[in-house]
């Protein structure tokens, strides 16, 4: 008897379509409630080793075959098993689905998914809902922590602006991604100023997807790739969900996250309304910001689904201003400017439609718009140190009013016996942006008006901005391992720059002795094909190899055409940046034990812009932005993480410990350039050494985890000056480490939550501001806490 109950025995199986018996591949199988998981091969069979004696389910889930479970009996003896699962083709009154796709809140995209081809690129997926992080603050340290190669900019502690970049490309307010909200764009626009001044409070996403380079054929011409922020999707089987988050933290933090959800019968919705305030580590850093976002969609017929999605958010925030190399070694959180603002707002629409034709073709179509603000007063002269004589103060207000709209259609079929995915899409999209900069008022308040228009506004300028894109991407599976995807994307361009600038000269008493005034018309139509080729092998199972080239091109900007900054100058002859990127790796199969993911990329990154320093006549150092030449950025980026007792003992369910580390390598150089003194050099905003790694535990539903992430020096200018001088623009951002530590406690219907960000009170910082927030050195935030709690009904 003891010997019998001791015994464990194997569970085999096949699993077959019940329409054509032909296999099911990648099907993951379930033993006992998700405990023990297991993905079928080609010939859709499957393996569990060491199963006792007892009773056991077995639970099967495809993407393209209803859920089933067995019910199986082992006694004393091996089991094989025949699953029958059917096609995802009959019509149903209600279904709920719930399958799990992580247990680490990071994976990856699939090979085809939701309307877009994504085989063989390097992309990855953040869970936000499975983090054990600070989500009150978008704390975007700890959510991209398992992202190898971002470079962080902290511009404040409340997350109001995200700013990431990524192998050597700037993180200023993320404008060298395609940034999108379930799929549209969000930016102010998304060719001619791609800044992000709205960021999705994460408490509110159900994904964050990134796709790196390759990302350029299917949704635009960036070097950095597609951020992909997915909201939180309606429940599907409640007609009423109410989710409340109350947090509040040092410094005056406070945060307050309501959000309602449900489904009726054909309408099924998603609300969420977030107000946040603070006061700011540094002096002069208060903050008010409201987020509303409301989704309704109506499910037309079972083939046909119609969305609606509306955005809006607003924020004022006070800002401290930047400091100089000394006066930041003295005291961080000193600061020197209390008349400076900054004030956003920001309107998003959409309406999609979804419609399936067939199992094997689907349609989809965006159309989105945009009206907007960005507005900053503030007195900002070259050198930072000067403290602030109550003049008037530099004003630059901008609207934005964007339309577009894009249809993508996809495809499954076979040749032969071999089946094909081919993906077609087609974009319009149609920018306006309004720029004027001048005189503001002498007062301390948040006053964004000019006093006399016709005499303060010494720079107008409209920017309409026409595009049109056609692609297409295509999977050929050439055999059951090994595929290819090529893809062509045609762009036509137009940017267009009206209006004038000018320069007011005044006198030591304040009054104007001059006005000058200079007229402009500047119109650059251009298009151009990009053309890419992915490669996927999967030569044994959970491990897949996949490797992408991709062309990329990046269209200057309305800031590069003309903007006035007391410390910088703009070339006239600016010229669009060119090149391509590629990826080789290899990466796991997504399971509930261990992920990784090892790479090699290398980016060609040809006429650059960057900023180098030199002296006027009068001998002051200033920066000309321009075109800096050829720049070579190539390394390894690596992530991996395993949950050990998961991996030691697969039939505990209570305790986990997960260790996660990701690193990247990364060697920078300029190789051509007329500019003296560049050739040779780094390249900016790109950190040899790229390091997050740390610890998850958890006890049923309590988890812990602690981090760090350390990054070494890296430059600012393509010179790489060292000091920053008196304007402290440019110069060197030296190496910090920093460590955070966060946990969370459900019970029934609460979870509270705690964060440490910064434990060890570490004094740094990750950029050196041009213009607003600065100009100057931003210290970034000190140790911080915060408490969330959390209930849902």
Not at 719 to 725: C, E, H, Q, Y
Request: aromatic share 12%.
């Amino acid at each position: 008897m003891s010997t019998s109950a001791l015994a464990q025995y194997r569970v085999t199986g096949i699993v077959a379509s019940g329409k054509d018996s032909t296999a099911v591949r990648d099907c993951i199988v379930y033993l006992n409630d998700e405990k023990k998981s297991i993905t079928t091969d080609n010939n859709g069979r499957f393996l569990f080793e060491d199963v006792p004696n007892g009773k056991h389910v077995l639970h099967f889930t495809s993407l393209d075959f209803n859920y089933s479970k067995i019910e199986i009996t082992v006694s004393n003896n091996n089991q094989h098993v025949r699953a029958v699962l059917q096609p995802r083709e009959e019509t149903l009154q209600e279904v709920v689905i719930s399958d799990v796709q992580s247990a680490f809140g990071f994976t990856r995209m699939r090979s085809v998914e939701n309307v877009g081809i994504y085989e063989g690129k390097k992309s990855e997926v953040i869970i936000p809902e499975q983090l054990t992080a600070n989500l009150a603050t978008n704390n975007a340290r700890q959510i991209y922590s398992r992202v190898a190669g971002l470079n962080i900019w902290e511009n404040d502690g409340a997350g109001l602006q995200l700013s990431i970049g990524g192998r050597g490309l700037d993180p200023n307010r993320t404008s060298n991604f395609n940034v999108r909200q379930n799929g549209y764009d969000i930016s102010a626009d998304a060719l001619g100023y791609p800044e992000s001044y709205y960021t999705p409070p994460v408490e509110g996403l159900a994904k964050i997807q990134i796709v790196r380079g390759a990302a350029s054929l299917q949704y635009g011409t960036q070097f950095g790739g597609l951020i992909n922020f997915v909201m939180k999707k309606p429940v599907a089987d409640k007609k009423f969900e109410l989710t409340a988050r109350q947090s509040i933290g040092s410094y005056g933090f406070y945060n307050a996250f309501t959000s309602a959800s449900g489904t009726a019968k054909k309408i099924s919705y998603y609300t969420f309304f977030q107000y946040k305030r603070g006061d700011g580590w540094r002096a002069n850093s208060t903050f008010n910001n409201h987020t509303f976002y409301s989704n309704v969609n109506y499910e037309i017929s079972s083939r046909s689904r119609v969305g609606v999605d509306f955005t809006q958010m607003g924020y004022l925030a006070q800002q401290p201003g930047g400091l100089t190399d000394d006066m930041f070694r003295q005291d961080p959180r000193q600061t020197n400017r209390e008349r400076n603002w900054f004030k956003v707002n920001w309107n998003l629409y959409a309406v999609h439609f979804d419609h399936k034709f067939s199992k094997s073709t689907e349609f989809n179509i965006r159309a989105f718009g945009l009206s907007a603000y960005r507005y900053s007063i503030g007195f900002r002269p070259n050198r930072v140190s000067t403290i602030d004589d109550n003049s008037e103060r530099d004003l630059i207000k901008g609207t934005f009013n964007n339309l577009g709209a894009e249809a993508r259609l996809l495809h499954r079929y076979s040749i032969g016996k071999i089946p094909s995915v081919v993906l077609v899409g087609a974009r319009y999209y149609d920018g306006f942006n309004h720029s004027t900069q001048g005189f503001g008022s002498t007062g301390k308040g948040p006053d964004f008006n000019f006093g006399n228009p016709d005499e303060d506004i010494t720079y107008d300028y409209r920017f309409p901005n026409k595009n049109a894109a056609g692609f297409i991407e295509h999977i050929f599976y050439v055999h059951d391992k090994l595929s290819l995807t090529p893809g062509l994307r045609y762009e036509y361009i137009n940017t267009t720059a009206k209006g004038y600038y000018g320069t007011v000269y005044k006198d030591l008493a304040g009054n104007v002795i001059e006005r000058t005034r200079d007229d402009e018309n500047r119109n650059s139509p251009r298009h151009f094909l990009l053309a890419g080729l992915g490669l996927s092998y999967k030569a044994v199972v959970r491990t897949e190899l996949y490797s992408n080239i991709s062309q990329n091109y990046r269209s200057i900007t309305f800031n590069d055409m003309r903007i006035s900054n007391p410390s910088s100058v703009i070339d006239q002859d600016l010229e669009d940046e060119k090149g391509y990127s590629f990826d080789v790796g290899l990466r796991s199969d997504q399971t509930t034990v261990f992920n990784y993911d090892v790479s090699y990329f290398f980016l060609n990154y040809d006429n650059r812009i960057g900023e180098v320093q030199f002296y006027d006549e009068n001998n002051r150092i200033l920066r000309r932005r321009g075109n800096i030449g050829r720049a070579v950025i190539q390394g390894l980026e690596a992530y991996g993480e395993v949950d050990l007792i998961g991996f030691y003992y697969p039939d505990q369910a209570d305790w986990s410990t997960v260790i996660f580390s990701n690193i990247a390598l990364i060697k920078s150089q300029y190789k051509r350039s007329e500019e003296p003194g560049v050739i040779g050099k780094q390249v900016e905003f790109v950190p040899a050494v790229n390091l997050k790694t740390g610890i998850r535990a958890g006890y049923r539903d309590l988890k812990l985890s602690f981090q760090l992430t350390y990054l070494s020096d890296q430059y600012t200018d393509a010179t790489n000056a060292v000091d920053g001088g008196v304007s402290a623009v440019i110069g060197q951002i030296p190496a910090y480490n920093i460590m955070d530590v966060s946990a969370s406690y459900q019970f029934k219907k609460f979870r509270l939550e705690a964060n440490v960000n910064n434990l060890t009170n570490n004094m740094y910082y990750t950029r050196r501001a041009t213009g607003y927030p600065g100009p100057g050195i931003l210290p970034s935030d000190g140790r911080s806490l915060f408490l969330t709690l959390q209930v849902k009904i």
